[in-house]
């Protein structure tokens, strides 16, 4: 059974920083593709950033470029999402998911860890 289980959300305030962590397992997580994928109360999906399979490229959506930095651990089966400057606006509930690396296409998430950005 693939499972995919995020931690690492909060309360931060603006300009603040967050490490999400996504542990994975029921499937081999080195031969898939992953991206963090979010969804504002009341929006759809946003496709946030993606990582191929070795971890040798990388790919951010505008909105969080510069921002955040999404990298995995193979030997650990685990991605990571580093969330620096964070804005109001990245409130959200934050899903990993098995996937393009460059685009949500409906595969495998998990439950989600919130990320509330709040003075």
């Known amino acids: 059974e693939v499972q995919l289980v995020e931690s690492g959300g909060g309360l931060v305030q603006p300009g603040g920083s967050l490490r999400l962590s996504c542990k994975t397992s029921?499937?081999?997580?080195?031969?898939?593709?992953m991206s963090w994928v979010r969804q504002a109360p009341g929006k759809g999906l946003e496709w946030v950033s993606g990582i191929t399979s070795g971890g040798y490229s990388t790919y951010y959506a505008d909105s969080v470029k510069g921002r955040f930095t999404i990298s995995r651990d193979n030997a650990k089966n685990t991605l990571y999402l580093q969330l620096n400057s964070l804005k109001t606006e990245d409130t959200a509930m934050y899903y990993c998911?098995?996937?393009?690396?460059?685009?949500?296409?409906?595969?495998?998430r998990g439950q989600g860890t919130q990320v509330t950005v709040s003075s």
């Open positions: 029921g499937f081999t997580f080195h031969w898939y593709d």
């Open positions: 998911a098995r996937s393009s690396a460059r685009s949500y296409d409906n595969g495998y």
